[in-house]
């Protein structure tokens, strides 16, 4: 705009190019991060409100930066999902929880189901269904110790690899879940179509829970849905008392949260495994 006059538009154009040489250099910086084996994941419980055992975990992506410390996925994940670099991280997840899994499977102290994010790219690629039972078969993992997360909008798309993928991978015997449940289409159909096991109930259902809003009548009609349609549910972010007993009172099978435990490292979550079983 000309009246912004000559300095403000020098100005922007320095901003938008130093913001897009950082990002460049985030950007090398992450493929690298894949390669030289920079990722961890970390894992949260899952609870069962029923008898308190742990249900499963699911699987965290951070990123242990040479010089930054440990970054949130908030940080990378969106540049990496429009980079693309979210197919090789996304593998490198999917790897290292089947290995983790693997290890709790065989070496103790108890199995845990493991559940990975998934992107919508890792789905369209034609082979991806078949990449995850190469990675079962080398992990000596059994299937149903895997869960995949997919968001609603996965089960909508028009790309026959999708639906190909979600099909062979639950005839695989992995297990589906619905994330963040509530927050995307309004359209339940694909439900019908696409049988899975688990929807987890968005955290902005949980949050205001026991604060008179209408927040309680919307998880308590996912939860009687997702009942009569065989499915189990987890709420995420439960973070109080007040949350988790409303919870309760409704019927949802399982809660995660800080109110819980936070994300843990691989070697952390083995801890409280043990203490859990008394061991
Ligand atoms: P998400 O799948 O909805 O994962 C739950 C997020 O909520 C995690 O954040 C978790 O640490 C956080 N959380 C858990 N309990 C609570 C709570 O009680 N209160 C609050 N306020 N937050 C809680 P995180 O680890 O930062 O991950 C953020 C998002 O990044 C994830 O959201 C997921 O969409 C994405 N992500 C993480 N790892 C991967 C991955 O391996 N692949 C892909 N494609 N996405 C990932
Ligand atoms: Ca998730
Ligand atoms: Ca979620
Ligand atoms: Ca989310």
Request: with cysteine; glycine share 6%.
């Amino acid at each position: 705009a000309k009246h912004l006059g000559g300095n403000t538009y020098r100005f922007f154009t320095r901003e938008l190019r130093a913001y897009s040489l950082e990002r460049l250099q985030l950007e090398n910086q992450l493929r690298k991060a894949i390669e030289d084996n920079q990722l961890v994941v970390h894992y949260q419980p899952k609870l069962h409100l029923n008898d308190d055992s742990i249900s499963g975990a699911e699987a965290l992506v951070r990123w242990q930066h040479p010089q930054r410390g440990l970054v949130m996925p908030g940080d990378f994940i969106d540049m990496a999902e429009e980079t693309g670099l979210i197919i090789a991280l996304g593998d490198a997840v999917l790897h290292k929880a089947c290995r983790q899994a693997s290890h709790w499977y065989h070496q103790g102290p108890t199995p845990v189901c493991v559940s990975v994010n998934l992107s919508v790219q890792q789905l369209r690629q034609s082979h991806f269904a078949r990449r995850v039972q190469h990675i079962l078969e080398e992990c000596q993992l059994p299937a149903e110790y895997l869960e995949l997360e997919l968001t609603e909008s996965m089960f909508l798309e028009h790309v026959d690899a999708v639906a190909h993928n979600i099909a062979e991978l639950r005839a695989m015997g992995i297990r589906l879940a619905v994330d963040d449940f509530g927050t995307g289409y309004s359209s339940l159909a694909y439900l019908k179509r696409f049988p899975v096991d688990t929807l987890k109930i968005d955290r902005v259902f949980v949050t205001d829970l026991g604060q008179h809003s209408q927040d309680a009548a919307i998880t308590r009609a996912i939860i009687a849905m997702a009942h009569s349609l065989d499915l189990r549910v987890v709420a995420e972010g439960v973070e109080r008392d007040v949350q988790l007993a409303y919870l309760k009172q409704y019927g949802c099978d399982e809660v995660q949260g800080y109110l819980i435990s936070r994300p843990l490292s691989a070697a952390d979550f083995t801890a409280m495994l043990q203490e859990h079983r008394g061991l």
